[in-house]
């Protein structure tokens, strides 16, 4: 059996070929609908005789061009790259750039949004917009082909690519570094196949599932209630919610059954009532992206009685770790579980040794989920994916390798595992990871600051929220207000501050660099 992640798709379009696929507003697709589409789309993309592996970039919300894209690309043999709908045009150039995408999927507003950025992107060699009625309509000013949606997937060239097996590239998911722009989490086809299995074994998914989509596909985790749904047949409703209330209205009016979510997120749907009805229908929900507070968890308890709820931990590098079964989470709720199915958790100390139970370090993941790597940057791929001690190697090969996290937890004389704390800067907020650099770097821009430091401070709904401590030499008494509208149009929204201090200097360390800690320590109890 290959593990190509395109045949969850074609395989359930021969197995339920009327089953509904897709629910996006008032569309409904079957799954042979769906694998036709997603066929014509491969076409368009072999007609341009590109290299296997070659790029595509997704830049639009949760709609069923989307996810055609996603699976015609596969199909065709191409990588897919999920950009996130809410990220501004310098990061998409980024994004564009650092992985040599060839083909750009997206629409005629957010097009307009990148016109004078598309210049850097060289490799770029066409653009397909999905509401593009008339080729005349495009913008003369880009160089780069656009083309509309209808004129790229009707071709009559082939999608057959027979050539493709399971450790190509599938997928490169940008995540934010503790220092520096995004980097490209590179993903095989076997990578996603087998993580598709691993979470639909635990959350027990079958074709009866109708499973409520709210967060982006650019987040592994989001992209995951895709794959989960098509391994088991099936169907996912495509939601981008603009109110909490929204989300809510949604699970009462299709019937929905699974729910992933991220700790905001629950903590603003249950402030909210709830109708009755959900309770007969909602079987599972789960949360990653960070710890669920245990207010929150006892507000959805009450409100949802008959439902199970996955406590949940994962890395984009590793795509998803451990999980808490649902009958552990009123006997040890603060845990992270223990491993996934196909999955092996270690925790390491600094020499090298695995932890004893109520010792701290670092968890590493081994097992097929492993990600390949960071795309073109063999530095930091040598950082965090790297072979498991010797002790721990049981005469494995020392080619495998494991990935380290980067966390810090322990494990208790059960092996269930908790959360300490990240060993590195990152910023963990509303469940995305955030590089402190890349919010200092868009501050320093700015004329009126002169340095700037960025913080994940401990805030009980965000997990972390952002804390920005600057020196200027403007005494302005609107310095801070500019500073937030400046930042507004540089960053999406979940990078932006909570708070912004002014100070005359900052603190600095022996070897001159910032006292992060001193800072943190000052700031630590600002939200509480």
Same mark, same amino acid.
Request: proline share 6%; net charge negative.
């Given at each position: ?14 197995? &339920? ?37 070659? &790029? ?53 507003? &957010? ?68 220092? %520096? ?13 087998? %993580? ?36 088991? %047949? ?21 019937? =929905?059954? %699974? ?72 006997? &040890? ?23 004893e139970p109520g010792e701290e370090g670092e968890l590493v993941h081994r097992g097929p989920l492993v990600a390949q790597g960071y795309w073109n940057d063999p530095e930091k791929t =040598? ?41 590195d800067e990152m910023i963990k907020t509303s469940g995305y990871r955030v590089s402190p650099t890349e919010i200092e770097e868009s501050l320093l821009q700015l004329n009126s600051i ?79």
């Amino acid at each position: 059996m290959q593990y190509l992640l395109h045949s969850l798709l074609t395989n359930q379009a021969q197995k &339920r070929p009327d089953k509904i696929a897709l629910e996006s507003k008032k569309d409904k697709l079957s799954y042979k609908e769906l694998d036709a589409y997603t066929s014509a789309f491969a076409g368009g993309y072999n007609k341009m005789q590109l290299p296997k592996g070659s &790029r595509v970039g997704v830049f639009l919300p949760k709609q069923i061009e989307t996810v055609t894209a996603f699976f015609g690309t596969l199909k065709a043999g191409g990588c897919i790259v999920p950009i996130n709908p809410v990220l501004k045009a310098a990061q998409i150039q980024h994004i564009l750039c650092d992985c040599d995408i060839s083909i750009l999927v997206t629409s005629q507003a &957010r097009l307009k949004q990148l016109t004078n950025h598309l210049p850097a992107c060289k490799a770029l060699q066409k653009i397909v917009v999905i509401d593009l009625n008339s080729e005349n309509e495009s913008d003369d000013t880009l160089t780069t082909e656009v083309v509309s949606w209808y004129a790229f997937t009707q071709v009559n060239t082939s999608y057959e690519t027979d050539n493709i097996i399971e450790s190509d590239l599938a997928a490169i998911f940008y995540t934010s570094g503790s220092t %520096g722009k995004p980097k490209g989490v590179v993903l095989t086809h076997h990578n996603m196949y087998v %993580g598709a299995e691993s979470v639909a074994k635990y959350l027990k998914n079958s074709e009866n599932d109708r499973i409520l989509a709210v967060l982006p596909f650019s987040f592994d985790y989001g992209f995951s209630q895709l794959t989960t749904a098509m391994l088991r %047949g099936a169907t996912v409703i495509l939601l981008d919610y603009l109110l909490p209330k929204d989300v809510v209205k949604t699970l009462e009016k299709t019937q =929905a059954t %699974g729910l992933a979510g991220v700790p905001p997120l629950w903590m603003q749907i249950t402030k909210l009532a709830w109708p009755e009805t959900i309770k007969s229908h909602l079987r599972y929900i789960t949360n990653s992206g960070g710890a669920m507070p245990q207010t929150t968890l006892a507000l959805l308890q009450d409100k949802l009685p008959n439902t199970d709820i996955y406590l949940m931990y994962g890395l984009t590098e590793a795509f998803r770790s451990t999980y808490l079964p649902p009958e552990q989470v009123n006997i &040890r709720p603060t845990s992270m579980g223990k491993a996934i199915p196909n999955a092996e958790i270690f925790v390491i100390n600094s020499n090298n040794e695995e932890c004893e139970p109520g010792e701290e370090g670092e968890l590493v993941h081994r097992g097929p989920l492993v990600a390949q790597g960071y795309w073109n940057d063999p530095e930091k791929t =040598a950082q965090r994916y790297k072979p498991l001690p010797p002790s721990l190697s049981d005469g494995r090969t020392v080619t495998e390798l494991a990935v380290w996290s980067g966390d810090a937890v322990i494990k208790d004389e059960e092996g269930y595992l908790y959360f300490v704390s990240r060993t590195d800067e990152m910023i963990k907020t509303s469940g995305y990871r955030v590089s402190p650099t890349e919010i200092e770097e868009s501050l320093l821009q700015l004329n009126s600051i002169s340095e700037a430091v960025a913080l994940g401070i401990p805030h009980p709904e965000l997990g972390q929220a952002i804390v920005v401590t600057v020196t200027s030499p403007d005494k302005d008494d609107n310095l801070v207000k500019d500073i937030l509208a400046n930042l507004k149009k540089q960053l999406p929204p979940y990078m932006l501050p909570q708070k912004i201090f002014v100070h005359d200097t900052l603190p600095r360390n022996a070897n001159g660099k910032f006292d992060r800690k001193k800072l943190y320590l000052d700031l630590e109890d600002t939200f509480k």
